[in-house]
């Protein structure tokens, strides 16, 4: 069985976007965004929702052709083309790059992808994790906090319909104040 993992930077008051989208917010660094690299490196198969696919896939694919990418940008890049994706939408009609589309049932598509066997999963798009959230098929949640309140926009967390506890299995401090914790779920 595979593990499914959700992971995003947030403010310190939960939320992956501001209105409208906004992700200026976030502090970056080399070693935030060599975390960030590591992790596209390691994953098998990453899940998207539409909104989150749109915006890196309009970016990523070429931006390791753009003036002054840096050797890290140029390597995230070559991984996040490289890496399996599924984007789940009902809106959209087709995606390019290494990519496929669902348009079905996220929840039963996501749990047939759990019972393969093969390497880890990420979930990435409040959305769409909020809905294998609720199903309880994410298995550990990468919170990546970053010291800014923005007071209102998309939430990290979904409304659940039960407790989801946790285990901490990992802290870690990047510079600028943004704190990593890690956490599994316990079953």
């Known amino acids: 069985m595979r593990k499914l993992t959700f992971g995003m930077n947030l403010s310190l008051d939960g939320y992956v976007a501001a209105p409208g989208d906004d992700l200026s917010w976030g502090t970056s660094g080399d070693e935030l965004f060599g975390f960030w690299s590591d992790r596209v490196g390691s994953t098998g198969l990453a899940l998207y929702g539409r909104r989150l696919w749109e915006g890196m896939n309009a970016h990523w694919p070429t931006a390791d052709q753009q003036p002054g990418a ?41 749990t047939r992808l759990k ?24 298995d550990e949640y990468t919170v990546v906090t970053h010291p800014v309140l923005i007071g209102s926009g998309t939430p990290f967390f979904a409304p ?6 946790l285990n901490l299995v990992e802290t870690r401090t990047f510079p600028g104040g943004v704190l990593l914790a890690k956490y599994e779920t316990r079953r």
């Open 70 to 110: 840096t050797p890290a940008h140029i390597e995230y890049a070559r991984r996040w083309r490289d890496m399996p994706k599924v984007v789940f939408s009902s809106t959209i009609e087709a995606v390019d790059g290494n990519a496929r589309l669902v348009t079905g049932d996220a929840v039963a598509e996501i």
């Open 115 to 138: 019972a393969e066997d093969g390497p880890p999963m990420d979930i990435a798009g409040a959305t769409l994790a909020g809905a294998a959230m609720r199903a309880g098929l994410i």
């Open 160 to 165: 659940v319909d039960n407790w989801v506890n």
